[in-house]
């Protein structure tokens, strides 16, 4: 009827490792490249690489370390990626639980309101004008607020929270427990798993956001990094665009080429997110969590 | 909790559902006051305003609008055809994060599992723009794929980049080699919510690993599953814009264009704001109404409401 | 983990709270100047060196005024040296904003516009007339009078051609134009190479062929051919694929008409095109025989294997970078170039450059003196003082001083005793200047040189009252100081041609257009700064052709046949019909023909 549990198995076994392998190499590749491009000399690598970089020249990474506003600009995106994350998870995450129970007044309508949110797009100078109106111009907060409830985040928060065995929470209510002590003792530990996947992607969606910056942000002390970097690429992409009827270029074309600045930004960016990142995957990666439901 | 001597058990839950309501309260107006509010700007797709122009100064021009959306018809169906036809291919493909999820659940070793979750998250933090500048090194006519073909002697070069037969496929494929990774994070977190003991279980009546997938973990992905399905169906309109913008050229125009782009080309090319944002209302109300049409479909299916 | 998230929460409760007061202070001070005070003109670094040697500095309040400017490098307060001089001078801090058309759309909707601006409706999407009527900017007749007496000296026509044209006939002063040039009939400037658009060809590849003659365009592409076949066999790129005509595909068609209708001897405005020598004809240009002549050159170009298929995938920075590899032996204009030329030389392939050969096919050189301008840029670029302003007298002091002949000099030139001084009456550029400029890639930068011209009432070439240009390096004495040995074998081949004697390249074609060899426009056609704008449907329809064009004609040079090409061309027009082009171009034409007759009526044209 079956085959030996151990030959099928260990077939299965190194097909998946060399799938896996070949897709690592397909991710890792462009990473690479990316990264020796980015410690090349600009105008050799313009020119075609492949497995090692040409010539070795760090003038791009210091136009950009150079700039004044680096060391802010990255405490800013830090400050707006913690605390945001921390003010979405937990908004999030609370509303939620409450919109999990089945027992809920008016469930669907509270649900179906949060998650029309997704589908509706004012358009930019509305939006612009409704952030103004609250006051969140050229302010921090304007970080950090506006995404603390987000649908898609409910949407799998609420998904995951559902499926938690119901007699828990009975338990806890029968012995006195409040909603919110519900949530705090029994509910956020249970949903480690997907708390810390919201998590992931609210961080990483702070660290990479820069529109909101961009239209209502002009003060110098609250750049995120990305729209500092987002500046240094326009800079040295200015050379190439104008079109004006004499040459109106300001100065000396240096070595430094959009392209150079283009994988130094990513390779400044992705760098934090890659030392960050494992703290939250073993939440996610299934192995560590044995027993968590008993807990 | 206030006990209430209720004459039958239903009036005792009362107070507690609306007691998470009342929790609730706070959310909403939050909700409302940040993506409801701006909703006023909804008015100006009647009006012939454009940025410059006093927003109160503006005439009143009512559906003429629609007249100029329906007069652009044959561009606007071609757009839609792009436009689902790309969302089609996704939604087919939407299992893939999936079994990518299982594979790694499956791998024996803890340390290659978690390499492996971490580098393919990597395309995902790689912008769109360098996307570009990678599949160009790669894929265009002097790219290192036709360099490839040359030195082993095919005489044929590629240019992906041009080819307007490919687009969906060649879009498609970029947008999966870019979010694999980052989309099976969400399975790989709900099957570490699986209760361990329906494994412990299932290996002891000697399910093999097969069925184990087969029984255990797959069902217990089929709510994320089928949550996330139903808003890629509701959502087949919206196929984003950086990516569709950045790969744009006058060879794949044909085919690349989508609603998104179609959207923001009407608006900030043409300059024609109220037309764009008469196409952003008509595309949310199709939207939503998609949305509760799955989503009934699911209840009659499964049984199971999903919003 | 409670306890971590409890103080996490209020570490960044604190946190929050720190950051939003700093926030509601809104000076955008930056750490480094915010040591300096309003009274002192202290010595201490670069710029005021120049304090000892300029006038006294300003005694009186320092205020920061924020100006739209996406032409600047670095935005925010600026820093460099002439940015320093000026703000010793005047007690004025610039600080830049910068953005793309959404930005700008938004902060006209929202009422925040910087408190200077100019207007560019190409690149803002909001017309001038409409930034007009939206009630955000002031009207400039009183601190014209008051605080703008070199407005009012200098070039004084504008005023009343702002008055009349730019007010959206309200007959006041909103805009001020900016780059006025007048020629002077001494001097005339002559472009060091040309002025902007041409086809502009590798000349050591041209001079490795033996200078083969070229009358026609036919032979001029037979020429290409040839030069990329020689370039192919002697590997001239190492290695990478060359091609003798390359483009990009994200400024829509602009590779694949613009320099070669300007080389046809045609100028226009508003999507019409007309001749040099018969203005009278006017047509609409999509449907007119240049663009399609112009498609058709790039036609033939594609199919004898002489265009780069990937031009029409590429973006503009990859052309920059295969142009650098020397894997495209033919650009589009001078400011390219230009740089492309100076990193040959830095790469050490200082025999490879872009010359503009004098004969083409084609009948014009567009370029090779710099024509006047005595509006200026027009409704380009033209400055304007906004509601949100506070100090709109000191606003106006800011754009009366880079009206005036000694701001335009620190604009262009740098700082008088530092960057440039005066030897016996003649103004040059100092040693150090000259060679940082070629050696140090930041150098200019960071002296902030040329930055602000958009400001300036002066264009960098125009001669001031001390007879010398106010961007001292475009002298002709610096012009052929600084001639690469590229350009001075280019100079030597056409000596012994003509025996002429060349400083440099443009004197080459001034000589030959002297003597009657080869023709180009210095006509200036005032009318076409006068032209209204047009209605707002026509707009629409001009940018939906626009966006039309952008695929046929991509299609068009890609037929592989005349009767391909045929086919698309009618395909083409009956598209324009039925989008309704000919009737945009009517209204435009309309318009344009109102503008001579108001030049007329005002004895200007």
Redesign the interface.
Known sequence: M?KK?SIS?RL??IL??L??TL??I???Y??Y??IIYSISVP?EA?????LLPKGFNLDTYKGILKL??IPGAYM?SI?RS??GT??TVI?SSF?AY??A?P??????V?????????????????????M?A?GL?????LY?I?G??SA?YV??LK??M??LPRELEESA?ID?A???IVY?KIIF?L?K??V??VA??SV?GHW?AWTDN??LV?????QTLQMVLY?YL??A???????????????????I???SV??CI?VL??LP??FV??FL?R?????I?????KG | ?RKIQGQNGVVK??P??????L??IP??I?????????????A?AFTNYS?GKSLFGSDFIGMQVFLKIWDNRMELIRVLRNTMAMSFIGIAASPLPVIFAI??????S?K????????????????W??VY??AF?LFSGDG?VSNVYRALGIDKSVDLLGNNNVVWIFQWGLGT?KS??WGA??Y??????I???LYDAAHVDGA??FQTIMNITIPGLY??YF?LLL?SI?NILSNGFEQYFIFYNPLTADKIEVLDYYVYKIGVLTND?PQ??AL?MTK?IV??AL?FTANKLSKKIRGV?I? | ??KKMKK??TL?MA??MA??L???G?N?????TASKTETETKSGDGAEKASEASEEGYTGELVTLTVWNT?V?????QNNEVAKAIEEKLGIKIDV???DS??F??LV??G?LPDIIYTNPAQQNVTSNSLITSGQLIAMDDLIEEYGGNVKKNFSGRLEYSKKYLSNDEDKIYYLPVLVYETDPEHPNISYNI??LGLITRWDVYAAIGYPDIETTEDYLNVLKQMQDYARDNDLA?G?QIYAISGWSDWGIWPWYVSNIAEMGYTGASGLIFNYADESVVEGLYDSDAFWDSLSFYNKAYNMGILDPEAFTMK??QF??KS??GQVLMAYA??QT??IN??FV??GHGDWSYQKLPYDGYEYISGII?SDAPLG?GSDYATAITKNCKYPERAMQLIDFLNSEEGARLLYSGIEGVHWTQEGGVPLPTEEFIDL??T??????NVG???Y?KLCGF???QMLSDGYPADLMKSDEQKAENISDADRSYCDYYEEKTGGNYAYPGQVLYDMWQKGEINTNTDYYVYLDLVQESSESTQNIMSQCGQYMNIQAVKAIMAESEADFNACKEETLAGLEAKKYSQAVNENMGLLNQAKEDAKAAGIY
């Open positions: 079956k549990y198995g299965a076994d998946i490792v799938f896996c897709l690592m397909a991710c890792i462009p990473f490249y990316i105008s313009s020119k075609g690489l492949f004044n506003d800013i400050c913690v605390l921390v003010i908004c509303f409450l919109v129970n027992n809920m007044y008016l469930r669907a509270v649900y179906r309101i949060v998650i029309l949110t997704m589908y509706i797009n004012a358009g930019l100078i509305p939006w612009y004008m409704t103004k609250y111009q050229n302010n921090f907060l950090i506006p603390a409830v898609y949407i799998l998904t995951y559902e499926q209510k006195g409040g909603l919110f705090r530990p949903s798993p997907i810390a996947t992931v992607y990483v990479n961009y239209f002009s003060n110098a002390k609250l500046n326009n800079q992409n200015r050379f190439q665009n104008m079109t004006s009827k004499s040459i109106d270029a300001s100065a000396v074309r240096s070595s080429t959009p392209t283009k994988m990513t960016v992705v997110i890659m990142y494992p995957q939440y996610f990666v299934k192995g969590m044995m027993g968590a439901v | 909790m839950r009362m507690e559902g609306k007691k998470y309501f929790a609730s959310f909403l939050f909700v409302f006051a940040f993506a409801y509010v701006p909703l006023f700007g909804w100006y940025p594979l790694l659940n499956e791998i024996k803890s290659f599992r978690k390499l492996v979750q971490t580098t393919t998250t990597l395309p995902n933090f790689i912008s723009i360098v500048t990678l090194a290192v080699w694999l990774g994070i969400i790989m977190a709900t099957i570490a919510g209760d361990s003991e093999n690993r709510s994320t949550v808003l509701s704001y764009s944002i952003g949310t939207s939503v949305l409401s919003v | 983990m409670k996490i929460v960044g946190a929050v950051l939003s700093a926030a509601c809104s955008n001070e930056n750490t480094t032409e490098l670095s935005p925010g307060i904003v910068q953005g959404q930005k759309s938004i909707a929202g925040d002025e902007s190492d990478k503009n920075d920059w970078e650098q590899n001078s400011w230009y740089w100076q990193h830095s790469e710099t840029s400029s070629k140090d890639s930041d150098y200019l930068n040189v040329n930055l011209n264009k960098d070439i």
